[in-house]
């Protein structure tokens, strides 16, 4: 349990903060299905303009230190491996 004030304080901020980054990843998992069930479909149209969305999405994830920068790269590079080979 927490003694002093500032250790009452940061159990109260990180609590608020852990909701604010669950969304952020539920958030970016989320675009990623959109590009996966895409793919899926076969459909190469939807699954570049899903891309498209989920790459500032990572980007803005690693900005707020939610998903680490070599996580968000190789999620990137493997999402646009099988975008592009879908030709």
Do not use: C, F, W
Request: positive net charge.
């Amino acid at each position: 349990m927490a003694n002093t004030p500032q250790a009452r304080k940061r159990i109260r901020r990180n609590e608020r903060r852990t909701v604010i980054n669950k969304n952020r990843v539920s958030r970016i998992r989320t675009y990623i299905k959109n590009v996966e069930s895409a793919l899926e479909a076969g459909d190469k149209k939807a699954a570049s303009e899903a891309l498209a969305i989920v790459q500032p999405e990572l980007a803005r994830g690693v900005a707020r230190g939610v998903v680490h920068k070599n996580t968000a790269s190789r999620k990137y590079s493997r999402l646009n491996k099988r975008v592009a080979a879908l030709a």
